[in-house]
């Protein structure tokens, strides 16, 4: 079988680096190009290079269009209004998408979903194994405690991240809710400051911590009287979001148009 041809949406970026030089190290995809927004000052730069790879010839384009044409699959970490304007041409272009942008609104999910309707679409707030595992054990543990235990969920990333909470927390926050067959966003407390009242029974609490170039630590609290449950999940570096999402590329091949996450990609119950 001939190589999975995948297109870097946001090659420039940090993930959009990480995802070059992952799918150069793994067998059975090749990267066909990659390209950044017009006005960009790596246009014309070699991607592979910029990934910290030996030069390839191919370089750097603002042409989307033609990426989405010539691709088997495209891999976008970059922004949600982008996402959303990358769904529609995967749709289009019958192109395998992935996209792992995070703080996407409701309203542009709804257009993503509607795009998995005519294409293969992988989403997925965090490519990683470990992470995904860390929601299941969420959603387990949060079925057979009951709101006596308090959800707590404490987050730190980079200093150069936009949105918060974490489109991580949010995942880990959404699965506890299940596990506890509770509606996510009525009982979600995303920000305390000032006088609060005292909390909820019920909630699922969030705090969030920028600083430095932490990648991403994530814990998950439940607090009773006297006892205290945490589970937590470090991120070492960026690869291991990128080797999720080349992972998710591969699993794609030959599947039916539909939405899928990575619980699916990973074999783990949703
Ligand atoms: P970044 O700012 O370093 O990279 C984003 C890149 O996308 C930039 O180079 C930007 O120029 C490019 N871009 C934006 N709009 C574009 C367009 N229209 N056409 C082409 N390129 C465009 O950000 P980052 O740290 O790499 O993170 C990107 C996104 O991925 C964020 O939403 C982040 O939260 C998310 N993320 C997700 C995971 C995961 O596992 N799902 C892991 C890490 C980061």
Redesign the pocket.
């Known amino acids: 079988m001939s190589d999975l041809k995948v297109g870097i949406?946001?090659?420039?970026?940090?993930?959009?680096r990480?995802l070059v030089k992952q799918v150069t190290q793994t067998e059975g995809c090749s990267i066909c190009g990659g390209?950044?927004?017009?006005g960009?000052d790596?246009l014309g730069k070699d991607i592979h290079g910029l990934a910290g790879l030996e030069p390839s010839g191919i370089t750097v384009t603002?042409d989307?269009t033609h990426l989405f044409e010539m691709a088997d699959a495209i891999i976008d970490?970059?922004?949600?209004?982008?996402s959303v304007?990358h769904a529609k041409l995967a749709a289009k272009y019958q192109t395998i998408l992935v996209i792992?942008?995070?703080?996407i609104a409701p309203e542009e999910q709804a257009e993503i979903t509607e795009s998995g309707q005519k294409t293969v679409i992988v989403q997925?707030?965090?490519?990683?194994l470990g992470?995904n595992l860390l929601a299941q054990l969420a959603r387990k543990v949060a079925g057979i405690l009951d709101d006596e235990f308090d959800i707590e969920i404490l987050e730190m990333h980079h200093h150069?991240?936009?949105?918060a909470p974490?489109?991580?927390a949010l995942l880990l926050g959404k699965a506890a809710a299940e596990g506890r067959g509770v509606d996510h966003d009525a009982v979600a407390d995303r920000g305390r400051d000032g006088i609060t009242g005292a909390r909820k029974r019920g909630d699922i609490g969030y705090a969030v911590l920028r600083g430095g170039n932490v990648?991403?630590d994530h814990t998950l609290i439940f607090a009773a009287e006297n006892e205290r449950i945490e589970l937590t999940h470090k991120a070492g570096d960026?690869s291991i979001?990128a080797r999720?999402?080349v992972r998710a590329a591969l699993w794609a091949q030959g599947k039916p148009a539909g939405n899928y996450d990575m619980m699916d990609v990973l074999g783990l119950e949703g």
Request: net charge neutral; charged share 15%.
């Open positions: 949406v946001g090659c420039a970026g940090r993930m959009g990480m390209v950044e927004q017009t960009s790596y603002d989307t970490f970059t922004a949600p209004a982008t304007a792992g942008t995070t703080g997925g707030a965090n490519m990683s992470v150069h991240k936009v949105d974490s489109g991580t990648v991403g960026r979001f999720g999402a």
